[in-house]
């Protein structure tokens, strides 16, 4: 893939995500990005923890969607 990744394919990625594991933006264990990194709330004032240590947004765009399509896939193997 070539094209350029922007801010809302980011956050559309994410939101799909999110909605996946059953959390909501700013709920306790909802995934977001930080400096480029995909990171993970932990607790309630803001500290958060990274998932995967990217540098460009193409990097975390990548990582989001590999994370959906593992969690997709462990959820059909389950089934």
Known sequence: MSYRVNNKQIECALDYLNDCIGK???ELGCIRTYNNNVVQLV???GGIRVL???S???EAYDTIQA???FHRFTQEMTQ
Request: glycine share 6%; no cysteine; net charge positive.
């Open 24 to 26: 909501k933006d700013g």
């Open 43 to 45: 607790n309630a004032s």
């Open 52 to 54: 995967a240590y990217t």
């Open 56 to 58: 460009t947004k193409r």
């Open 67 to 69: 994370m959906t399509n």
